[in-house]
């Protein structure tokens, strides 16, 4: 588990995974077979099914930063605390590596974490330091959220998009954002507070961005649903007199 003082300092700090550190290594991806046919016997099937892990070459700022968690935890670290802060916090970086699109990722947050390894453990343990809370806003907790995963981070909103950024381009089809989202495939409606009736929208908001109901409600589309409610009153007010 994460020492205390990482946990208080990540509760601040939205773009740690704290579910990945540690254990974020795939199980089971070491060499598969290593042992098979090595020895009559002995080895056959012991390198089948689940293989070990190597562990993962640790980069020296991530050294850096998991020996200043250790240092001011209570109680302080032992080795065992450090090496699992160790391959945790290099697996997130391996993960982020590996996608071409996260390089600018990786650099906002190798920046971050060498600030924490700076600090006193005050500092560390609660960011006062201007210079790593600036740095701590150069990063963008939704690209961290997929580059730490191994994905891509999500497209950049373009300019009009009056919704949430991390709902462009996202798995859902939302409308009345201003812009079209690439996920309607062409089939949404981008005026605000539309929606109804369009098989496409999953998600409709309003001009200012926010959420008024999905395509299976019909109040999505508010000045419709109250003229609606209006119509309504009205014929039965007349019927009955």
């Known amino acids: 588990m994460l020492r205390t ?12 995974l704290v579910t990945q550190l540690p254990g974020c290594t795939a199980e089971g991806d070491g060499k598969e077979g290593e ?8 080895g056959e099937g012991e390198g089948e099914g689940e293989g ?32 699992e802060c160790e391959q945790g916090v290099a697996s997130l970086f391996a993960n982020a590596a590996g996608v071409p699109e996260c390089s ?3 650099a906002d947050a190798t920046a971050q974490f060498t600030c924490w390894s700076t600090q006193t453990c005050e500092q560390y343990v609660v960011p006062t330091d201007p ?13 961290a959220d997929a580059c730490f995963n191994g994905e891509a981070p ?10 949430d950024d991390a709902y462009y381009a996202d798995a859902d089809c939302d409308c009345g954002c201003g812009i079209a989202d690439p996920a309607c495939e062409g089939a949404g409606t ?6 109804p009736g369009v098989a496409a929208c999953e998600y409709c908001y ?19 649903a109250e003229g609606e409610g209006e119509g309504e009153g009205e014929g039965e007010g007349e019927g009955e007199g």
């Open 5 to 16: 003082s990482l946990l208080a300092l990540v509760a601040a700090i939205p773009f740690v």
């Open 35 to 42: 042992g098979e046919g090595e020895g009559e016997g002995e």
């Open 52 to 83: 070990e892990d190597e562990p993962l070459p640790v980069p020296a700022f991530v050294a850096a930063f998991c020996a200043k968690d250790a240092t001011c935890s209570t109680p302080a670290g032992d080795a065992a605390s450090i090496d």
């Open 104 to 106: 600018d990722l990786v």
């Open 131 to 143: 210079s790593c809370l600036a740095q701590q806003e150069a990063v963008d907790p939704d690209a």
């Open 154 to 163: 999500p497209e950049p909103a373009p300019e009009g998009w009056n919704c």
């Open 190 to 195: 981008i005026e605000p507070g539309t929606g």
């Open 206 to 224: 309003d001009a200012t961005g926010d959420f008024i109901g999905g395509n299976e409600d019909t109040s999505c589309d508010v000045a419709a």
